[in-house]
């Protein structure tokens, strides 16, 4: 059983920046795509950015040029690093791993992100 544990969340500014990160508790082998989603208040879960273990990355427009996602495989753990962000980038985000040979995910406990002056 993989536990993943996301940090970083906080209360910013608009404008301002956040990196969150997500430790993995193993070392996954097999092909798998990591990712962050969040989750607004009222709101279903949408993707925020995925990437693959062999680094095919992928984005939501809402966040293109803003948010970058990058991974250290070595050390089992996903960033996040957010810039320019806004009132509606407001949610818990959750980190997310998907095991593709089974299709199935694990998903974190989720971190809150507040975006507001």
């Known amino acids: 059983q993989v536990q993943l544990v996301e940090s970083g969340g906080g209360l910013v500014q608009p404008g301002g920046s956040l990196r969150l990160s997500c430790v993995a508790s193993?070392?996954?082998?097999?092909?798998?795509?990591m990712g962050w989603y969040r989750q607004a208040p009222g709101k279903q879960r949408e993707l925020v950015a995925t990437?693959?273990?062999?680094?095919?990355?992928n984005y939501a427009d809402s966040v293109k040029g803003r948010f970058t996602l990058s991974r250290d495989n070595a050390k089992n753990t996903m960033y996040l690093q957010m810039n320019s962000l806004k009132p509606e980038d407001t949610a818990v985000y959750y980190c997310n791993l998907q095991i593709l040979s089974v299709n199935f995910n694990y998903w974190g406990q989720g971190t809150q992100v507040t975006v507001s002056s």
């Open positions: 193993e070392t996954i082998f097999s092909n798998n795509v």
């Open positions: 990437q693959t273990n062999i680094g095919f990355i």
